[in-house]
């Protein structure tokens, strides 16, 4: 799987460094203008890291949301398997 580093603009005009695998219907989700692709990677570890770094390269700070990589851990966790 490809993880995807994205740059972009919020519509409240707040830059956003953000990563997915389902890239770009993430930043069309998020509603975000003038988005680019960063970087890809091939594994989550590396690419939620560098998401951090590039958020405090460019902001000065990490953002305050839930990592990618903590996202998929939750999905993980509360997911519901249906047995037949």
Do not use: C, W
């Amino acid at each position: 799987m490809i993880y995807t580093i994205y740059y972009g603009t919020l519509p409240n005009g707040r830059d956003k460094i953000g990563v997915d695998s389902n890239y770009p219907a993430r930043a069309k989700v998020q509603k975000l203008t003038d988005y680019y692709k960063m970087e890809e990677h091939d594994d989550i570890d590396v690419a939620s890291a560098r998401e951090i770094e590039l958020q405090i390269q460019h902001f000065g700070k990490r953002d305050n949301s839930v990592s990618y990589r903590q996202q998929v851990e939750l999905l993980e966790k509360h997911r519901v398997v249906f047995n037949s």
